[in-house]
């Protein structure tokens, strides 16, 4: 029997909050992505300019301590443009997984509970919208509807649905699967009570991870169609149509290209970070893509 | 039939009814335009007189069934009718732009491939600190919009440096080396974010076999570390990274459509976002139908590639 026992300290508060969180990385994404959202609420009141106020005698101005950003081609301040526009693209990217996971999440919990037919006659024309490239699909919904930021929302929403539903029905299909579920069924307890009560909040570990990549997906595809001027249109304000405008001033002021992007990166970044260390704790098998 | 034969007839005829049904979905696009999609294309020079003639010539005032067969009769000879501004026919169109947006997709997956793939070897292979800038250098590419990084590439190269040209294009055919030097930096922001999805997955793959007795085994035989990582470790990897292609072949064509709009490539993913912008559905609808059937196509050769590769894929599936 050994006497020398080893103690160790009682973990610090740092190191608990990291294994909370999935890691010291996912630590660091989730307060970046708390503080970029508190950033999008709050662009009104942070905002020191107008992101519309045309000031000529300052036009394609470098970033100074009164503009962080610099100016663009017409004085606009673009640190207040960068914040107006990060709004409108955090909102079509939260907005867009948030209603692809209310239509996706239902769907995917029915297709795994019930399995056979109706699992099939669910899932099936689900994988025909993942026949197409994500882009070119939002791309052609874009070509129907008209452009808009809105449309935007919808269209990756629509992308999203198959891929939700996807990871979805693949975790009720394991949880099903436990005898707690089994035990709730030999108590008498109504099918649709075990679906939402006992089945679905077990398994949406994956479809939270598979949400913040979603997430970081629809930040870039908004800004791509942007880009493209299939998207938000002005007076909109967003980053993509940012990006593409500060192409004429390129080689002049490269500060109106940059910081818009590295916006983008950022919170695509965080939400990535976010996103693994989701994983590592909710879905240590991998079931999310 | 032997499992793998099974296999691939199967999934060639399970392309049947996917073709069919985006063709479905292509053919259903200008039908479903909010409001009479003729006078929007005909814009201020919309008479009743013009609308009723073009809606004709188009075939919009027959039944349904019978302008989808008709259309997909069109497409077996190949007949995709006209583009409506300019009336050139749209299987000439598509013949001269295909080429282009084909160039750019394979050669960035290829150049993906060719960078991904070493390095992915290096990160599984070599010291911590090298494991760690690899991480950090994967999340930085997936998380810069491509078309971004393409930009500040062409702020490098060709602003700072003239090295490069900005825009532009030159077929192949007519002169190599003027096509490469605009296709480069095309290329080139592609081929970074899709060699870090390679990379992530090769290391990955290669990480979990090293780790496994097998591998500790052929090392107490005394195997040579080389033969170890490279004919063993690295094929474990080959079924992963074929699935990453496939997953992101569709990102890529994407991509391209973005890539070909930065650079001003007259390939197809321009041919369609400028047809949406000139209200030119008959252009927007053959660029989209080019497109998805070459992605469903790659689709298929990477699910055969994929039974070819690891027979129990095959089985389980037949």
């Keep these: ?289 | 039939m032997s499992p793998r034969l099974r296999y691939v007839v199967h999934r060639l005829l399970a392309t049947v009814p996917i073709l069919l049904a985006m063709s479905l979905f292509v053919f259903l696009m200008i039908r479903l335009v909010p409001g009479d999609p003729v006078r929007t294309m005909l814009g201020f020079r919309a008479t009743d007189e013009n609308v009723a003639t073009i809606r004709t010539a188009l075939g919009l005032d027959q039944p349904l069934l019978d302008q989808y067969l008709s259309w997909l009769g069109g497409l077996m000879r190949l007949d995709l009718g006209q583009d409506f501004i300019s009336k050139v026919p749209l299987t000439e169109l598509l013949s001269e732009r295909l080429p282009v947006t084909l160039e750019l997709t394979f050669l960035a997956m290829g150049l993906a491939l060719a960078i991904g793939i070493p390095a992915g070897v290096i990160a599984a292979t070599r010291s911590k600190r090298t494991g760690r800038a690899s991480t950090a250098f994967v999340v930085a590419s997936i998380s810069i919009p491509d078309f971004w990084l393409g930009i500040m590439l062409v702020l490098l190269f060709a602003g700072t440096f003239r090295l490069l040209p900005p825009s532009g294009y030159t077929p192949f055919a007519e002169d190599p080396v003027a096509n490469l030097r605009y296709m480069i930096l095309p290329i080139l922001t592609l081929a970074v974010a899709e060699a870090a999805y390679i990379l992530r997955t090769t290391r990955g793959a290669m990480e979990e076999t090293l780790g496994t007795p097998f591998i500790t085994f052929l090392r107490a035989r005394g195997i040579s570390e080389r033969r170890i990582v490279y004919q063993h470790a690295l094929r474990s990897a080959a079924v992963p990274i074929v699935t990453v292609v496939g997953i992101q072949l569709g990102v890529l064509l994407g991509g391209a459509i973005v890539v070909e709009s930065l650079f001003a490539l007259p390939g197809v993913g321009r041919m369609i976002v400028t047809g949406i912008n000139q209200r030119n559905y008959p252009v927007v609808q053959a660029g989209v139908l080019a497109v998805a059937t070459l992605f469903i196509l790659l689709n298929l050769v990477t699910d055969l590639l994929y039974g070819a590769l690891d027979p129990r894929l095959a089985e389980a599936d037949a």
């Design chain 1, 1 to 289: 029997m050994t006497t020398a026992a080893t103690t160790r300290s009682a973990p610090s508060h740092l190191t608990r909050l990291k294994r909370r969180t999935g890691g010291g990385e996912a630590l660091v994404g989730f307060l970046l992505l708390g503080m970029l959202v508190f950033i999008a609420a709050g662009a009104p009141w942070i905002a020191p300019h107008d992101p519309e106020a045309i000031a000529t005698g300052r036009v394609l101005g470098p970033p100074d301590l009164g503009h962080l950003f610099g100016s663009d081609a017409l004085g606009r301040d673009v640190f207040s443009r960068v914040l107006y526009a990060f709004r409108v693209s955090l909102s079509v990217a939260i907005g867009s997984v948030i209603l692809a996971a209310l239509i996706g999440v239902p769907i995917g919990l029915i297709a795994g509970y019930r399995g056979g037919r109706v699992d099939a006659m669910l899932m099936r024309p689900l994988d025909l919208l993942l026949a197409l490239p994500a882009l070119l699909l939002a791309i052609a919904l874009i070509a129907i509807i008209g452009p808009g930021a809105l449309t935007v929302l919808v269209a990756a929403a629509l992308i999203y649905v198959p891929i939700l539903a996807r990871v979805v029905r693949g975790s009720v299909m394991v949880t099903k699967q436990m005898p707690y579920v089994d035990a709730a069924r030999a108590r008498g307890v109504a099918e649709r009570s075990v679906m939402i009560r006992h089945v679905l909040p077990n398994s949406v570990g994956p479809a939270l991870i598979q949400g913040t990549v979603l997430m970081g997906f629809a930040i870039q595809i908004e800004a791509a169609l942007s880009f493209l001027g299939l998207g938000a249109q002005p007076p909109t304000p967003s980053l993509g149509v940012m990006l593409s405008d500060g192409r004429d001033v390129l080689t002049q002021a490269p500060w109106v290209e940059i910081f818009p992007g590295l916006a983008i990166a950022v919170t695509v970044l965080a939400l990535t970070l976010v996103g693994d260390g989701l994983r590592r704790q909710l879905d240590p098998r991998g079931m999310a893509r």
